[in-house]
């Protein structure tokens, strides 16, 4: 469908027009008119599907028609990154719909506490919030949620994986119950349909590419012993020149530490990024690797999921996530809205595993590529070993080869930021834009 089509009003078609955003993607297609229609959502999407304005675009229209003044709605996420993310998003939008909103999450100064508390005592239409730092202002009575009409929560598998349940259903405790609540999830997990038995009423649900890779990645999978991964790190990135954003997730704060400190001795630009960096210096992190100033970004988890990083090349995953469905998150940052990128894994003894895990969930066995000969020689093919040592190739089709060949997705996937048109003409005179919110 065309935006045009959902009935919004003049306002955020104004907005969507000079954004050059005109076709929704799945999610908006099917999540809008039932939030217009103040129904509960449950949803389940990945990343790069456009679901943050699938949840934004019917709230921001319920705004721009209400009288009522004071926090109209609350957002909760699991990090102060998707918080910050979703602020964005959204100021772009409620600019023209005259709303206002507020990201409330941890870190800041004196300064940013007080802005905080006038937000959430009604000086913002729509608050966006962590939990925990959203709690932390609860206990200081600065919130007045009097007004509050919907409730969304964003990542809500993370937050629980997180531990932020007990956290969620005290604040929820304090919305009115007459309120529309919606809840986006990559996976749905049994805890997540529980959850969604607590806090929603009579919700439609919709589904949209469960756990399934983004589509456009090429997927390429590489047996390494731990010692070979900063070698074959270095030599996969001698043929990447090309590349010019690239993202690899380390399962471990030191990993992220000595992998960055390699990679600057061979003079590459990178940053590494994890809990252990002070707020402000994430920040400066994510925005030097967006603006294209940092090549190289090697992070933990905290990067997995909900930043929307335009242009992402190439992911590497140096270590297998423990999760199959973080797999799909991961790679997620790459082949967004409507582009391809290739995603690396490296996969050692510990982790066959969970590769198996990987290939059941996404239903395809990839090929086991090996390191470089000077590298040494790769750890067999032994999933069911989970501590298998160095010895002989395994036979068969999963046997490591040298090969670059791999598998893509068929097709190419929508994001909330689209592609543009070079033929822009007035909105009402019929001549269209061709990108996708």
Not at 4 to 20: I, P, Q, S
Not at 226 to 246: A, M, Y
Request: charged share 25%; with cysteine.
């Amino acid at each position: 469908m065309k935006f045009t089509d959902f009935g919004l009003n003049d306002a955020l078609l104004d907005a969507l027009y000079y954004m050059n955003f005109e076709d929704a993607t799945e999610i908006q297609d099917k999540a809008i008119p039932l939030i217009l229609e103040g129904r509960d959502v449950i949803g389940c999407a990945q990343t790069g599907t456009g679901k943050t304005a699938a949840f934004v675009l019917p709230i921001l229209n319920h705004i721009s028609e209400s009288a009522v003044g004071g926090v109209q709605t609350l957002i909760l996420c699991p990090t102060r990154e998707l918080a910050i993310q979703i602020d964005h998003q959204i100021q772009g939008l409620a600019y023209f719909a005259q709303a206002t909103c507020h990201a409330v999450y941890g870190g800041g100064d004196g300064v940013a506490w007080d802005q905080e508390a006038v937000a959430l005592k009604g000086g913002a239409d729509i608050i966006i919030a962590t939990p925990g730092r959203l709690l932390s202002h609860m206990e200081q009575g600065n919130v007045d949620f009097s007004e509050v009409k919907h409730l969304i929560l964003d990542e809500a598998d993370r937050m629980l994986d997180i531990g932020f349940y007990d956290d969620i259903i005290r604040i929820i405790k304090t919305l009115p119950a007459q309120r529309q609540s919606l809840m986006f999830s990559a996976t749905m997990a049994p805890k997540i349909r529980n959850l969604a038995k607590e806090i929603l009423s009579d919700p439609a649900e919709i589904s949209v590419a469960i756990s399934k890779p983004a589509e456009g990645v090429t997927q390429q999978i590489y047996l390494a012993h731990e010692e070979q991964k900063i070698g074959l790190t270095q030599h996969l990135l001698k043929d990447k020149d090309g590349f010019t954003s690239i993202i690899i997730f380390c399962s471990t704060k030191r990993k992220v530490e000595q992998l960055t400190r390699k990679l600057a001795q061979r003079n590459y630009s990178v940053q590494g990024m994890s809990s252990d960096y002070e707020q402000d210096a994430r920040e400066k992190a994510l925005s030097a690797f967006k603006a294209g100033r940092t090549r190289i970004m090697v992070a933990t988890d905290v990067m997995s999921r909900g930043i929307d990083i335009k242009g992402i090349d190439l992911v590497i995953n140096y270590d297998v996530p423990n999760d199959a469905e973080d797999y799909v998150h991961r790679i997620g940052r790459t082949a967004r809205a409507k582009t391809e990128g290739m995603a690396i894994t490296f996969v050692c003894p510990e982790d066959m595993y969970k590769l198996t895990k990987i290939e059941r969930l996404i239903e395809r066995d990839f090929e086991k590529l090996s390191p470089p000969e000077h590298l040494g020689e790769a750890p067999e093919w032994n999933p069911n070993g989970r501590g298998a040592g160095r010895g002989g190739r395994s036979g068969g089709p999963n046997r490591p080869g040298g090969g670059a060949s791999s598998g893509r997705s068929g097709g190419k996937s929508g994001g909330f930021r689209g592609g543009k048109s070079h033929n822009k003409g007035p909105r009402s005179g019929g001549a269209t834009s061709g990108g996708q919110a």
